[in-house]
């Protein structure tokens, strides 16, 4: 073989070592013990939180919708927290769950309303109302209930609501069962005039009836919300009065029904009652009385309940509730509510303590009264 030839050879076969086996030049070969992590000396973008991570912080319960609205051709849609829909039309609201409650505007349970149909099925609960009317107007809401063997409880993450405008131009207001409502100012809670509107693009005005004037809205002291009526944040005996609301919407306005607005004298708590007997002391055979009398708030209902000595021998005694509105004064009313226990035919059995309980929904004060025999 030439000699060149023979060259050639080698220093191709040395060129393809070096191309295939041999390390690179300026790096040592790795020993057995080496470590594999690269060195901590480069600053690294510290990395967010995975979604799931950043939620699962978040303990606060996930509120779901069970609510859907059924439209045309069997389509379904979330309702929205307020909808528009013209009177006449029907209503189908559904929500999920094998037991579920419902709320809507109370006059159509008042008036046992054919034109609504509550159904429960096996996995949703189906709301029906028929021809509907501006009278509709109002919330619609419903939730899951989780039942028991022995109680069922409302699941607050488990709701649905909307508010539905039925719109009726011959109807700006959503009507009222009366021609006037009373509506009463306690210093401690905003008071509200219901005038309530069957489109929430109609304009509203609050006037009082004397002097004839606009009050004014100034959306701090006085607001108008569309699905209550004129709120009074903080009520003084200044806003005592008639008032009325004005409505416009595209046509000739319309006026609301009448509110007689009355200051409340008496601050919010449990009852305040006394209790005063006929006679504390009575003969055999004659006829004794008992009044108990509770000075509240005028909307503030008192339930009564009596204990009293011949109630354990099944003692026939008569009882009697009643209640009215007395003017103090200066546009200052408060609501006298009274009960009175009578025992005929005073006897020994009848002597004793007569106990009062009245209660509303602040409360209960027991007062009491001692009647011998002589």
């Known amino acids: 073989m030439k000699p060149w030839l023979l060259l050639s050879l080698l220093l191709l076969h040395q060129t393809l070592q070096n191309a295939v086996g041999q390390p690179a030049k300026n790096k040592r070969p790795k020993e057995p013990g080496d470590n594999r992590i690269k060195p901590a000396n480069k600053k690294m973008k510290p990395k967010a939180p995975k979604l799931k991570e950043r939620e699962s912080a978040d303990a606060s319960p996930k509120i779901h919708s069970i609510m859907t609205q059924v439209m045309e051709k069997g389509r379904f849609q979330k309702p929205a927290a307020t909808l528009n829909l013209s009177a006449g039309q029907s209503l189908e609201l559904r929500c999920k769950g094998n037991k579920i409650g419902w709320s809507y505007p109370s006059y159509l349970n008042t008036f046992k309303d054919s034109r609504l149909s509550i159904k429960q099925h096996d996995r949703y609960g189906q709301l029906i109302l028929q021809n509907s009317t501006a009278a509709d107007t109002g919330e619609y809401s419903c939730w899951l209930l989780a039942c028991t063997s022995y109680s069922c409880k409302k699941d607050e993450s488990r709701t649905g609501s909307t508010y539905i405008f039925f719109a009726d131009k011959g109807e700006l207001f959503v009507p009222s069962p009366s021609y006037f409502e009373v509506v009463y100012l306690n210093p401690d809670k905003p008071a509200v005039i219901p005038c309530r509107v069957t489109s929430p693009s109609a304009k509203v005005t609050l006037h009082q009836e004397f002097p004839a004037e606009e009050i004014k809205v100034d959306g701090i002291n006085i607001m108008y919300d ?27 306005p319309q006026i609301s029904i009448k ?11 449990p009852p305040s009652t006394t209790i005063k007997a006929s006679s504390n002391k009575a003969e055999g055979g004659e006829d ?16 009564f309940n009596w204990i009293y000595p011949g109630q354990e021998y099944e003692r026939p005694v008569l009882m009697q509730d009643s209640w009215r509105l007395i003017n103090r004064g200066i546009g200052h009313t408060t609501r ?17 303590n007569y106990i009062c309980i009245a209660q509303n929904l602040r409360g209960q004060t027991t007062v009491a009264t001692h009647i011998e025999l002589i």
């Open 226 to 252: 569309t699905k209550r009526g004129f709120v009074y944040q903080h009520p003084t005996s200044d806003h005592k009065g008639v008032v009325y609301c004005r409505a416009e919407s595209r046509g000739d």
């Open 259 to 269: 509110y007689q607005l009355l200051y409340v004298e008496v601050p919010s708590g």
């Open 288 to 303: 004794v009385s008992v009044l108990c009398t509770v000075l509240g708030e005028p909307d503030v209902e008192v339930e």
């Open 336 to 352: 006298i509510s009274e009960s009175i226990i009578t025992i005929e035919d005073f006897e020994t059995i009848d002597a004793g």
